[in-house]
């Protein structure tokens, strides 16, 4: 065992990554297509995605055979698509452990180191992000020599077709191939990248949905406390004041309020009694305790 350990940590060293060095090759795996993506769900998978959890679909065809992971997210896409833009902050995330970006001319991209077992990988990674298709491809900057061999993704994020009337809810779709080098087994490879999506993905999921609860109840909190000084605001009337409407009102006292020939004590008017017999009472003890102890 420690044969094989001392064996792939010395391959290792020998493919290194390197920011000065390009990568051995430009390019292996097939990109993904911006754009939508034309996957079909069935009964199972739409009963899954209802019920909160995430629904995996293997394709065929066009692509290479990939895995596509979907998950309905309780936020718009403009929250979650700021979400998975935000390279810098994917530290967050248990498997990585750090992450920054740069730019070369227009083009972006991102260094990310991906714990995978007992070494860390530096991938070098380039994204374009397609607004108009509603969608973010992913590649390896080439002129830098990352730790896997080769690594392509994919984001697609629209409203969701049948839920939430406000916008409120979306349906993000993410695919990821991960070629590692060729020592490492493939059951191994497809462990790693399953993990890799999965995490992202339930990561991209909660902190939109964090988000979108935080920035709702602000907006709840708002219009409550608009609402509340309005009514504070409006409900300030003198002791006296005269309102005059056809022939339904007629005037309003401190002490009543006449509607319709039919006299209604005024609450307000309670309140200023009681409060004056309250400071009269106070007064008259406070007169006593002074002549009783003198």
């Known amino acids: 065992m420690m044969m094989i350990l001392l064996q792939n940590y010395l391959l290792l060293l020998v493919f290194a990554s390197s920011t000065d060095e390009p990568h051995w090759h430009e390019g292996k795996a097939e990109r993904f297509v911006p754009g939508d993506p034309k996957i079909s769900l069935n009964d199972v998978g739409l009963k899954k995605l209802e019920n909160g959890d995430m629904h995996e679909i293997v394709t065929t065809g066009g692509m290479s055979k990939r895995i596509f992971h979907i998950q309905d997210v309780h936020a718009p896409p403009v929250i979650i698509w700021k979400r998975i833009l935000d390279f810098n902050n994917y ?68 409203p969701h077709p049948d839920r939430g009337e406000k916008g409120d809810w979306s349906r993000v779709y993410y695919s990821i191939d991960v070629t590692l080098n060729e020592w490492i087994p493939t059951f191994i490879r497809d462990i790693f990248v399953r993990n890799i999506a999965t995490l992202t993905l339930n990561w991209i999921k909660k902190e939109s949905e964090k988000e979108w609860y935080l920035k709702e109840k602000l907006k709840r909190d708002s219009i409550f406390k608009t609402a509340f000084q309005k009514f504070l605001k409006t409900n300030k009337k003198p002791l006296v004041e005269t309102i005059t409407q056809d022939t339904d009102f007629l005037i309003i006292t401190e002490n009543e309020m006449v509607v319709e020939n039919t006299y209604y004590p005024s609450p307000a008017g309670y309140g200023r009694v009681v409060l004056v017999l309250l400071v009269y009472v106070l007064l008259m003890y406070n007169i006593l305790l002074l002549i009783f102890y003198n």
Do not use: R
Request: glycine share 4%; hydrophobic share 40%; proline share 1%.
């Open 91 to 158: 530290n967050a995330m248990e498997f990585v452990y750090g992450s920054n970006t740069y730019e070369k001319g227009l083009n972006k991209y991102t260094h990310m180191k991906i714990n995978f077992s007992f070494w860390i990988l530096d991938c070098f990674i380039q994204y374009e992000y397609y607004p108009n298709l509603k969608s973010l491809v992913l590649s390896l900057d080439y002129s830098k020599k990352s730790d896997v061999d080769d690594f392509v993704g994919f984001w697609y994020v629209i």
